[in-house]
Each structure stands twice: as structure tokens, then as C-alpha cells.
């Protein structure tokens, strides 16, 4: 989908929703299943659908509350993670290198041109209710919800409970998951380089990379719990 047509989508999708109208085309993720050869994508839950597919740019339009991974194909990694509510609109553009959550800008994850870019999403209603029907407690099904937005090799590295400031300076390139425990939600991933400095504020709603600030109105709630995950750097595709 070219820059035009990403705008005209877009304000279509602002339209029906305003109207109270069902959104049609290629926002259902019912109309498009996960192939089998997607099984086994790195750091992708086997239960997300790939909801679009694109080296140019691509908008989903969220139907409920969930996750969406905009994954890069050639690379074979994903780039950005972020917990989405309904209504919202998650697009990419690769010649302008953004990503967008209800065109508000994400953080910087230098997106290529020349590769191919899948977005995939997952229903948290579907796999809340699939995880009741295994009989865990309360305490096993938070964390384990917590261990959905974050890829299996991720580390624990910092923690700041009731709007305490979370940081960590990484040794070697990578990603943060910031995710806010009180709340459940993954609020946003960042590609960090070694030895960057990363704080997220609670009590300023700000996140700092080397003392700059690097998304304004972060999506941060001042008396919330916050853990940062970290993701080390996979290596090259060959």
C-alpha cells in the first residue's frame, strides 16, 4: 500500500468508526489466517494471525484489545511490540521509516525499504479465555499473561513498583519491553545500542534514552508498577 492509499485508508477507517459502522477490507484479521509456513516464526506466538504483509506500508485497524508484532521478514526478528485497544489503527511506513498508533509516532526502529514487513495480532479475549479453562490461580495467570508479551528469551533487568523510575543501561545491543504490571499492558519496545542509557518516568509520563526524551506522552500511569524486559540483538540472517 503506497503513502496515498495508507491516508485514504485511514481516514475511511476514521469515518466508519465515527459513524458506528462495521470496517470491512484488509483490517478483519478473520480474513486472514497465519499460513502453516508462519508456525515457526521467532519471537511471533504461534496464535497470532498475520494480518498484513507489506515493503512499502500497511495500516491494521484493531477490532479488540491485544498485542500486534510488526515483524521484519528478511531480517527474521521483530522490530516493535505494543499492546493495542479497539478502535486503535497500527500502521508502518518504510520509505518515511514510521510506525503509528493512531498516527501518533513510535519510537525510532530504522525500517528498511528493501525488506518485507508483516504485521501479526492476537485477541487477548481468545487467550484469556482459553488460559481459564486450564485451572490456574489468579497469581499463575498474571504472570503468565506477562510471558505472552515478551519474546521466551527476554530477561527481567529492572523493576519500579508504584511509579518509581525503571533504567538500565544495556552491555550489549538489543531490545526493551517496557510493560506495566498494574495494568497488563505492554506500553511500548525500544532497539537500544550498548551502553545507552534508558530511564522510563512514571510521575513525568516520559521515556529517556540518553537523557533525551524519546516518546512524549509515553502511555504511563504515575502511581503504576513497571518491569523492563530486555531482548539481546539476534544475529545476522544469512
Request: hydrophobic content about 35%; aromatic content about 8%; proline content about 5%.
Amino acid at each position: 500500500m503506497n503513502t496515498k492509499h495508507l491516508h485514504t485508508a485511514l481516514f475511511a477507517a476514521a469515518i466508519a468508526t465515527g459513524l458506528g459502522l462495521p470496517i470491512a477490507g484488509p483490517w478483519s484479521p478473520v480474513s486472514v489466517v497465519r499460513a502453516a509456513a508462519d508456525e515457526d516464526l521467532p519471537d511471533v506466538p504461534k496464535d497470532a494471525k498475520k494480518v498484513e504483509q507489506s515493503s512499502e506500508s500497511a495500516s491494521f485497524h484493531v477490532p479488540s484489545r491485544g498485542q500486534v508484532w510488526l515483524y521484519d521478514v528478511n531480517e527474521k526478528e521483530v522490530v516493535h511490540s505494543i499492546t493495542v485497544s479497539p478502535g486503535n489503527t497500527y500502521s508502518f511506513d518504510t520509505s518515511k521509516d514510521l510506525i503509528l498508533v493512531n498516527e501518533t509516532h513510535g519510537p525510532k526502529t530504522d525500517l528498511n525499504p528493501k525488506h518485507t514487513y508483516r504485521i501479526y495480532y492476537v485477541d487477548w479475549a481468545e487467550r484469556k479465555a482459553a488460559m481459564k479453562s486450564s485451572g490456574k490461580d489468579e497469581a499463575a495467570q498474571k504472570e503468565e499473561e506477562e510471558s505472552w508479551v515478551v519474546p521466551k528469551g527476554a530477561k527481567h533487568v529492572a523493576q519500579g513498583k508504584n511509579g518509581a523510575n525503571v533504567e538500565f543501561k544495556p552491555e550489549v545491543d538489543g531490545t526493551i519491553y517496557l510493560f506495566d504490571r498494574t495494568s497488563g499492558d505492554l506500553i511500548n519496545t525500544f532497539k537500544v545500542h550498548k551502553g545507552d542509557s534508558f530511564v522510563a518516568e512514571p510521575k513525568k509520563n516520559g521515556v529517556y534514552l540518553n537523557d533525551k526524551e524519546i516518546v512524549k506522552d509515553a502511555g504511563l500511569v504515575k502511581d503504576h508498577s513497571y518491569r523492563l524486559w530486555f531482548a539481546v540483538k539476534a544475529a545476522p540472517a544469512t
